[in-house]
């Protein structure tokens, strides 16, 4: 049998990122929709997204950004234990998305398993890899958010399908003792299944008479984000003694830069301190946090030592934040 290591903390110790060559701007957009770049750009900040092609899928995705991230950490798929996938379109019902990335990465021992909470989902596993690190049935986890939206959208449905983009952000977390607080301090996750009917996916195995698109009230998400994202990152603060000037980096989910200034706003932390995608990647759901972390570590923005805030709201509702030493 594995020895136990009790860690005291889970470290995050490598950063990737892959998002699919094709990028779509809001002008391409509004060549076959009634819609404007303007209107985009003023109500949500997103000047364009990149879109799968034919071949690539949440797996295909979630391994390269995994290669990344393993890469960036200096170790290879036989030192992880363990692949939490993070994505709310799945290749397949099942196997899981985590196995078939366990697969691609050539990886035959471990396990893994899928984290469905929509744009929380990335949150909510490393929550599930910090809570597994941290009780020494694992030493390294690979946690990934990978998602296809595209594949979900109505293209015809203006309100909804110029906000999302496809891609996949993975980290790999590893087991520590070192002394110090570097590592995930604390996680905080929600949910509040009676607002289920706000943002969801119409149809699923089973249910052939369905469209299979993603339906969302988008002013009433709106309305809850703010106010729940700004509760889960207090809570996260509190739970830890720590206020908001001691936050380095806000890590934002990536859905709409007004509910990431409205964040920012309440905790008074100016937009250099603020790590912003949208505008380039569009909402990527699970993956925005990740990818996010990805380009501000690579690019020299977030430093070892920094005390990093990620917030995420999806459907669900889901809710959570994560409080980490890099
Ligand atoms: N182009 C042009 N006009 C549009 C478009 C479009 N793409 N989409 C909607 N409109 C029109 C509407 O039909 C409406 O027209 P009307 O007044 O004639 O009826 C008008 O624009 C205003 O529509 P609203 O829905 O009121 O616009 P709003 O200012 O609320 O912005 C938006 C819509 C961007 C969706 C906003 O509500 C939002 O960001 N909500 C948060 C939802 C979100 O980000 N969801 C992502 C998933 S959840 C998450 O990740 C947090």
Known sequence: ???????????????????????????????????????????????????????????????EAARRALDYAGLTADDIDAVFVATATPDQAFPATAVRVQA?????????????AACSGFIFALSTADAFIRSGQIRNALVIGSEVYSRIMDWEDRTTCVLFGDGAGAVVLSASDEPGDRGILSTHLHSDGTAGDLLYVDGAVGQPDKSGHLKMSGRDVFRHAVGKLSSSVDEALEAEGLSYADVDWLVPHQANIRIIEGVAKKLNLPAERVVVTVDRHANTSAASVPLALDEAVRDGRIQKGDLVLMEALGGGLTWGSALVRL
């Open 1 to 63: 049998m594995k020895e136990r290591f009790m860690a005291k903390r889970s470290l995050l110790v490598g950063f990737g990122g892959f998002l699919p060559d094709r990028v779509v701007s809001n002008a391409e957009l509004a060549e076959r929709l009634e819609t404007s770049d303007e209107w985009i750009k003023t109500r949500t900040g997103i000047t364009r997204r990149h879109l799968v092609g034919p071949n690539d899928t949440a797996a295909s995705m979630g391994a």
């Open 104 to 116: 691609a990465l050539g990886m035959k021992q471990g396990f893994g398993f899928d984290i469905t």
